[in-house]
């Protein structure tokens, strides 16, 4: 095991940015299970949640959640099976959709809040406020620079920068099924010719 006092500052802290973030995301997953909600499903909704009147378009979402829009769209396909969002069509521009958060959607909030708030106070104990605002301004400038170094392409659907990103995107990616090989064709096998030659 490496002494963590001989691992370099800039080293350890994205040791622990991941591992924190790792195990956040175990311990909602958990949480979360009971509800029937995927961690991506609940920043989706959480999002959403800020926009409860209005609803957001499908670009908007996944430009405020840092995901493709594909990734986001798949998303939204399933939170509106499970009956959370329904698609409305948007009052200035008809063709465009708007995603709105249903009364079924507004239940499944307040109870994620409810277990969004007991988990936090699990991950915060011990940090007094001013400790947690520090980390909050140092994450906040790493994910702007981390932003900044990015380099944006549109016709590449790739997460960037939050959540649930690449999990999202492995848990929409289609599945394709694997070829099946043709049986081979047995002929069968000559007889022997009986006697000599």
Do not use: C
Request: hydrophobic share 45%.
């Amino acid at each position: 095991m490496m002494n963590s006092d001989k691992v370099p500052q800039e080293v350890r802290i994205g040791f622990l940015v991941h591992d924190v973030s790792r195990m956040r995301r175990t311990l909602f997953d958990q949480a979360m299970r009971p509800l029937g909600i995927t961690r991506s499903q609940w920043w989706v909704l959480s999002q959403l949640s800020r926009h409860v009147s209005s609803g957001m378009l499908q670009t908007e979402l996944a430009r405020d959640l840092d995901v493709g829009k594909v990734t986001v769209g798949g998303l939204i396909d399933r939170l509106e099976v499970a009956g959370y969002v329904r698609r409305v069509p948007d009052r200035v521009d008809r063709r465009a959709k708007r995603i709105v958060v249903t009364p079924q959607g507004r239940d499944i909030l307040d109870q994620m809040v409810t277990v969004g708030r007991g988990l936090n106070e699990i991950i915060l104990a011990g940090l007094a406020p001013a400790e947690i605002e520090a980390a909050e301004r140092a994450l906040e400038v790493m994910k702007d620079n981390i932003r900044r170094a990015v380099v944006e392409r549109d016709d590449i659907d790739l997460p960037v920068g939050i959540a649930a990103p690449d999990e999202a995107a492995q848990e929409l990616a289609p599945v394709e099924p694997a070829p099946v090989e043709p049986a081979p064709i047995r002929r069968p096998a000559k007889r022997a010719a009986r006697g000599g030659a």
